[in-house]
């Protein structure tokens, strides 16, 4: 069973920046190694973010973030990031990251079912 670690969340100002990590770990991992970043805000359906490709050459982002949050992993240790810059109020929610083979247009749908325990981030204004 994959275990899935994020952190990296916190308090920030409206403006401000945080840069959230995701550590995968257990077995077996899919063949084919996406990973990406999902939302949830309060009262609101867990949503899409961020999405890169095993290669690292394909990456995607809801409309929402584009422009001011940067995905990007670390293959040798099974780690993806989100760096997240010009944070909004809106953007406060519960994030998660998930991994696996399936195209990046299902990544839209969230097909997941397990998931990490997230991590909370929270912009004040």
């Known amino acids: 069973q994959i275990q899935l670690v994020e952190s990296g969340g916190g308090l920030v100002q409206d403006g401000g920046s945080l840069r959230l990590s995701c550590a995968a770990s257990?077995?077996?991992?899919?063949?084919?190694?996406?990973m990406g970043w999902f939302r949830r805000a309060p009262g609101k359906e867990r949503e899409f973010v961020a999405f890169?490709?095993?290669?690292?050459?394909?990456?995607d982002y809801a409309e929402s973030v584009k422009g001011r949050f940067t995905i990007s992993k670390d293959s040798a240790k099974n780690t993806v990031y989100l760096q997240m810059n010009s944070l909004k109020v809106e953007d406060t929610a519960v994030y998660y990251c998930n991994l696996g083979s399936l195209p990046l247009a299902s990544w839209y749908g969230v097909p997941f079912n397990s998931w990490g325990q997230g991590t909370q981030v929270t912009v004040s204004s």
């Open positions: 890169i490709s095993q290669s690292g050459r394909n990456i």
């Open positions: 257990g077995r077996p991992f899919p063949s084919i190694l996406h």
